[in-house]
């Protein structure tokens, strides 16, 4: 169909170009008129796969056409199509002479086709270089007849090819017509009553201007550009595949708005997204703008191959990359060479090579973020931060301060240390019962043990603990004193008697990390006996301490960080409480339980080694022997002053601590320090490399200048250098997307053979070159455009016009054109009065159909939020990637899972249901009726005409305030006559209702403000 749509402008092109005398023969364009042919119907068999070429003959390459073949024939003869080989083929009536092969299903080249080719051969059958892959040039501006209709250079290119055509802009749009248009496209949000009667009443002739500058000031641009943005960079609040867990990418949301607020230069925008991490000195912000290739999908599911997702993941890069700069289908040369593209499978792994230095995993976990991942605070939280650090930093100072006091009572400690030879008494604290079984309580959001008279003590042994215990075991195995979380993905501790031993597990993250420390001697069964057992909140297992009845036990490391797997029997099995008892546990166990204090530390026993190390001459001791003493110091003999110093400065880094773990964190790209050697994969299998390949562009592009380096952040200069013939190309080509649907090249990801000629490409050149040489202004590319007559004019259509140019591919009249669906939600919550305009922070979930996360991805139900979560822009929805927002997904919204940059427009009855009866809707739809009703007096047909104001932007004509009161009137009888109707009608939504209002006339307004919300003009900028 393209082709179609294509080879009808080309004929128009075609005639316009041609010289100066009306009978002149038409010049044919190699790139234009004869590339697309030879892409779409010879490519396949003579094209760049040389896997698939059936002989020497190629039509890609000038040096391939232009050949002699067998038989002294000739494939292309400049000047004479007769003698040419290629044109006998092609017009053959012959199936078994004529090309393409009848065989092979292909249809015959039409009539015109051949046409054009026996022409083009026939004027010299100049070849070119593909339009794409040559530097774009600034064209000087084309002369027009209507000098007084262009404002700024689009215009004049537009108007020209109008005027080959005999064809006539359209008058410009009327004012509100005009600030609806522009204030959609630029923030997203309609203008508000107020601002359309400033800008209809504003006569000075700047005064469109004055509006454009005002909003690409306001912050709901930004919001607007990033997110089309989100889009391009596949962003999603979850993993993607099966298990779709929970990740946090927000912080890197919030630099692309600020980053679109802050105007940032597109070439910088680019290099810090691709390589913010490579650059020197790189900043906290540079390093989260790294987060953009750390946005694809990762999965978590327990039977994959790690490094086969790990190879997808890169891949991923790569495609994404080339779509979003170059503009080119990179991913076809995954498996061989491309077959359209002078793409090799090399080129394609070239480029793969520059993403595949990140130490990550292919098996990610499932819930949060993986490395690597920075802590990422926002500006607050950095300077809470930075508060907490002057703290810490002042407390060390002056513990450090009492540095004197200190070495002197140490010195006093050491000498008592020396003569000590026996262990001090040891006496235990009174502490809660815990009498098995009893039950656990969850109380302020740490697991707890109630004891018998009721009351509950804290339980939280992944931090520093200590505890202590009598037992009386009956058997030799059994739980003594347990806690965990449950089985999935849980936490927590137990102290066991396995095998006549005491074993203590301590457990952070089920079932992979975590530590199991027991005793290297059986203790005595059927005696009671005192345990203690102190853990400094370290992974590793050397943070233990046990003793028995006063005594150090000596300790057996069976696993922990450092070490494990060794001996893993899935150690995590709990006891009391979990679910997951062992059979035969103990019964009878008294267990007295104390958390104690750093006091009641000192009176464990003196470990006798502590004197013979304190005897020891200073230089004598080994490192561990004075670790090992300056803790037993710390704990027995620092003086009370110092005592208290030491505690407020651990306990403001704990404080310190506690906060950091609570900041927010980001995915971000890192490099090993020693690059992963990357191979081109035969047919793209991750277990089949072939031939070494190293980081590079590829040859029929211009090449890496010497002074960039071979990573990320060369390429990443490579893409926005001005020498580079895409990248401007690209960008500038979506902004236009953006504002007329189309692309002035429509295939927005493929600007290669089977890509569509653009419709203006010298206004594409020059558009191109403007933004490369203007400092890659984005703001100034976006005001350049909606200044542009071109962008200003009336959407109303004639039948000729619509019938000579359906898709508006020419501009002969304004954009018309469906809203995207973050628009359209915007749109309803800002007339209603409900948006919440906060700008950025996590993701929020609205209102959401029930069922759907259990149904279609098998996981736990959707928790909508409350409060102002219900009514943030669509850019801060919650973005599950199996189970996308339905809303957004009915109007076309891509599920993120790849990179997307063409817009999709469909029109379907489900669009029409969603708006109808979804709860957002009927909600903003009784928010929009109860201002109608307050803001506009007592008449209906002012509160009609305010209604229109409200969400079009301007007064009803006068038909539709007749259509509309007939049917006001028709609910006002119907809700008059059933209250509970009405009620039923208006309790839709959180949002309370004005208790003022009386509910059959609120029910009445509240179905034509959803009927206003539904017209055509509604979810339509005209």
């Known amino acids: 169909m393209r082709f179609a749509i294509l080879s009808f402008l080309t004929l128009l092109g075609s005639v316009a170009l041609g010289a100066p005398g009306a009978d002149a023969e038409p010049k044919i364009e190699f790139n234009r008129d004869i590339r697309p042919i030879f892409s779409d119907k010879c490519y396949a068999c003579h094209g760049p796969d040389a896997a698939n070429r059936k002989t020497k003959l190629r039509f890609d390459v000038e040096s391939g056409a232009k050949i002699e073949l067998s038989g002294a024939r000739v494939s292309i003869v400049p000047g004479d199509a007769a003698k040419s080989e290629v044109f006998r083929r092609i017009s053959s009536d012959n199936k078994a002479v004529r090309m393409p092969p009848a065989y092979l299903g292909r249809d015959k080249l039409s009539d015109r086709e051949i046409e054009v080719i026996r022409k083009w051969i026939d004027q010299g059958a100049e070849w070119q270089p593909h339009w794409s892959f040559i530097p774009p040039k600034r064209a000087a501006l084309p002369a027009v007849h209507d000098a007084d209709w262009p404002r700024n250079a689009i215009d004049n290119f537009v108007l020209a090819r109008l005027e080959r055509e005999g064809l006539k802009p359209s008058p410009e749009a009327d004012r509100p017509t005009l600030i609806r248009r522009v204030t959609l496209d630029l923030t997203g949000l309609p203008p508000t009553p107020a601002e359309v009667d400033a800008f209809v009443n504003d006569s000075s002739p700047k005064a469109y201007e004055t509006l454009v500058d005002r909003l690409l000031a306001s912050p709901e641009y930004a919001e607007r550009m990033a997110f089309r943005w989100m889009e391009v960079a596949r962003y999603g609040d979850t993993n993607g595949y099966q298990m779709d867990g929970k990740r946090d990418m927000w912080r890197w949301r919030d630099w692309v708005i600020n980053a679109f607020a802050q105007n940032m230069p597109y070439d910088q925008f680019t290099i810090e997204q691709l390589a913010g991490d490579l650059l020197p000195n790189a900043t906290l912000d540079q390093k989260i703008a790294s987060g953009f290739n750390r946005n694809h999908r990762t999965n978590s599911e327990g039977g994959i191959v790690p490094e086969e997702f790990r190879v997808e993941y890169v891949a991923d890069r790569a495609q994404t990359t080339s779509i979003v700069w170059l503009g080119l289908t990179f991913g076809c040369a995954r498996c061989h060479d491309h077959k359209y593209d002078p793409i090799k499978q090399k080129d394609f792994y070239s480029l793969f090579a520059y993403f595949n230095s990140v130490p990550e995993k292919g098996l990610v976990y499932n819930w949060g973020n993986d490395e690597p991942l920075i802590q990422a605070p926002t500006p607050d939280e950095a300077r809470q931060l930075k508060a907490l650090d002057d703290k810490v930093a002042a407390l060390a100072a002056r513990y450090d301060s009492l540095a004197p006091s200190i070495g002197h009572a140490r010195q006093a400690w050491e000498r008592k240390m020396a003569n000590a030879r026996t262990a001090a008494p040891w006496t235990v604290t009174a502490g809660l019962v815990y009498t098995q079984p009893t039950g656990e309580e969850q109380f302020d959001g740490k697991r707890v043990i109630q004891a018998p008279d009721g009351k509950f003590a804290n339980f939280n042994y992944l931090d520093p603990f200590s505890f202590a215990a009598w037992i009386k075991p009956d058997k030799p195995d059994g739980a003594i004193l347990s806690h965990a979380e449950d089985y999935a993905e849980g936490s927590g501790h137990g102290l066991y008697l396995m095998g006549g031993k005491l074993r203590l597990h301590i457990i952070f993250r089920w079932t992979d990390i975590g530590m199991r420390v027991e005793t290297v001697n059986p203790v005595k069964l059927h005696a009671w006996q005192h345990v203690a057992v102190t853990y400094d909140g370290s992974r590793y297992a050397a943070g233990v301490r046990m003793f028995i009845d006063g005594q ?92 208290e110093a030491r505690r407020e400065w651990f306990d403001a880094s704990d404080e310190r601590q506690k906060f950091s773990k609570s900041l927010p964190t980001v995915m971000v790209m890192k490099d090993s320090p020693e690059p992963r050697q990357a191979f081109v994969l035969k047919r793209g299998a991750y277990d089949a490399p072939g031939d070494k390949v190293s980081p590079g562009v590829p040859s029929f592009l211009p090449p890496l200048k010497p002074e960039w380096p071979k990573n990320r952040l060369g390429l990443a200069r490579w893409l926005v250098d001005p020498g580079n013939p895409l990248t401007a190309r690209v960008t500038v080509n979506r902004f236009w997307q953006s504002y007329f649907g189309t692309g002035l090249v429509k295939t927005i990801e493929d600007f290669g053979s089977q890509g569509e000629w653009p419709i203006h490409q010298d206004l594409l050149d020059w558009l191109a070159v403007e933004l490369s040489s203007d400092g890659w202004n984005v703001k100034a590319m976006q005001k350049l455009i909606v200044m542009s007559a071109t962008y200003r004019q009336s959407s109303k259509v004639t039948p000729d016009l619509l019938q000579r140019d359906p898709e508006n591919r020419l501009m002969a009249r304004g954009p018309r054109l469906r809203l995207g669906p973050e628009v359209i939600r915007d749109e309803a919550l800002a007339v209603s009065g409900l948006l919440v305009e906060k700008i950025g922070g996590p993701s929020v979930k609205p209102y959401q159909p029930p069922g759907l996360w259990q149904e279609l991805g098998g996981s736990d139900g959707y928790v909508r939020g409350k409060g102002e979560d219900l009514y943030r822009r669509s850019l801060y929805t919650y973005w599950k990637r199996t189970v996308a927002p339905p809303f957004m997904v009915n109007f076309d919204s891509p599920n993120r899972e790849v990179c997307t940059v063409r817009e999709s427009r469909t029109n379907t009855p489900l669009q029409a249901l969603n708006l109808m009866n979804d709860e957002a809707f009927l909600e903003a739809s009784r928010k929009l009726a109860e201002r109608v009703m307050k803001e506009s007096g007592p008449r209906p047909e002012a509160r009609v005409r305010y209604l229109y104001r409200l969400v079009l932007s301007r007064d009803p004509r006068p038909q539709e305030t007749q259509v509309v009161l007939q049917a006001l009137n028709g609910f006002r009888a119907r809700f008059g006559q059933d209250g509970k109707a009405a009620a039923d009608f208006v309790s839709y939504g959180d949002a309370p209702r004005d208790p003022a209002l009386d509910v059959p006339e609120l029910a009445a307004y509240t179905a034509v403000s959803n009927l206003v919300l539904n017209l055509d003009a509604a979810v339509t900028k005209e």
Request: net charge negative; proline share 9%.
């Open 552 to 643: 150090p036990q000596q300790l057996k490391i069976l696993f922990d960080d450092l070490n494990w797997p060794m001996d893993f029997k899935f150690p995590f099995r709990i006891g009391a409480g979990s679910g997951m008892n062992y059979e035969g546990s103990i019964r009878d166990v008294r267990v007295y339980k104390t958390c104690l204090t750093p006091q009641q530390v000192s009176t464990l026993p003196i470990d006798d080694s502590l004197s013979a190390i304190a005897r020891l001459p200073r230089a004598s001791r080994t490192a561990a022997q004075s670790e090992k003493l300056e803790e037993a110091f710390i704990e027995q003999g620092l003086p009370p002053a110092a005592l």
